[in-house]
T-cell receptor, first 110, second 117 residues
Framework: AQSVSQHNHHVILSEAASLELGCNYS??????LFWYVQYPGQHLQLLLK??????LVKGIKGFEAEFIKSKFSFNLRKPSVQWSDTAEYFC????????FGTGTKLQVIP | DTGVSQNPRHKITKRGQNVTFRCDPI?????LYWYRQTLGQGPEFLTY????????KSRLLSDRFSAERPKGSFSTLEIQRTEQGDSAMYLC???????????????FGEGSRLTVL
C-alpha cells in the first residue's frame, strides 16, 4: 500500500543541535508531501509542503525539507533547534486525501 | 475563534452505546476530513467530504461508523455499538480545494477523545 514511513520514533537533542528527521514515501507518481507538527496540548498544524518546483522548501519557524525523488525521501531539517521545538512531527503525503506517518517525538533539552 | 471546532472534547461511554461527534469547519472551507488517532500512531484517515458529498471512506471503517455533512457545513461522525477498540482521538480537519486539484493545507480541530469502558 502507498504509505509514508518515519524512521525515528523518539529523538532527544540539546538546544542548538541540528535536526534531521527522516521520511520516506512509497508512491512513485505525482506526490504532494507535507510535514505537520503537534506541539504539546495543541492541534496539528502545517509546517511546510511540497507540490512541485524547487525541491528545497522552507516552512515556518526555520524548518526546511528537501524532496529527493530518487530516494523517495522528504527529510525535515533545522540547523539549530530550540526548546520550543519540542513536539511531535508527522510526515504526510497525498493528493485528494492526506496519509500520515507514525510520527517522531522530538524532545529538546535546554 | 474561527478555527475548526469539535465537540464534545471528551466522551466516556460504555461498550455497546452509540456516540456522535460534531465538527464545525472553517466557514469558507469546502472539504472536511475525519481522522482517528491512537497512542503512538499518526492520524489514520477515515473519510472526507467535498461540500455535502462523501467522496471516500476508508476500508478500515466498519459499518458501525457513519459520517454525514448534510448541508455542506458541519459534519457528524456516529459510532454505533461502540467497542473498546474504538477508544481513540477523533480528529476533524478542513481545507479549501478545487474539486480536481490537490488538497491544500489541512486545518485541524482539537479533537474529540473517546473512551469506551
Amino acid at each position: 500500500a502507498q504509505s509514508v514511513s518515519q524512521h525515528n520514533h523518539h529523538v532527544i537533542l540539546s538546544e542548538a543541535a541540528s535536526l534531521e528527521l527522516g521520511c520516506n514515501y512509497s508512491y512513485g507518481g505525482t506526490v504532494n508531501l507535507f510535514w505537520y507538527v503537534q506541539y504539546p496540548g495543541q492541534h496539528l498544524q502545517l509546517l511546510l509542503k511540497y507540490f512541485s518546483g524547487d525541491p528545497l522548501v522552507k516552512g515556518i519557524k526555520g524548518f526546511e525539507a528537501e524532496f529527493i525523488k530518487s530516494k523517495f525521501s522528504f527529510n525535515l531539517r533545522k540547523p539549530s533547534v530550540q526548546w520550543s521545538d519540542t513536539a511531535e512531527y508527522f510526515c504526510a503525503w497525498g493528493y485528494q486525501k492526506v496519509t500520515f506517518g507514525t510520527g517522531t517525538k522530538l524532545q529538546v533539552i535546554p | 475563534d474561527t478555527g475548526v471546532s469539535q465537540n464534545p472534547r471528551h466522551k466516556i461511554t460504555k461498550r455497546g452505546q452509540n456516540v456522535t461527534f460534531r465538527c464545525d469547519p472553517i466557514s469558507e472551507h469546502n472539504r472536511l476530513y475525519w481522522y482517528r488517532q491512537t497512542l503512538g500512531q499518526g492520524p489514520e484517515f477515515l473519510t472526507y467530504f467535498q461540500n455535502e458529498a462523501q467522496l471516500e471512506k476508508s476500508r478500515l471503517l466498519s459499518d458501525r461508523f457513519s459520517a454525514e455533512r448534510p448541508k455542506g457545513s458541519f459534519s457528524t461522525l456516529e459510532i454505533q455499538r461502540t467497542e473498546q477498540g474504538d477508544s481513540a482521538m477523533y480528529l476533524c480537519a478542513s481545507s479549501y480545494n478545487l474539486r480536481t486539484g490537490p488538497t491544500g493545507e489541512l486545518f485541524f480541530g482539537e479533537g474529540s477523545r473517546l473512551t469506551v469502558l
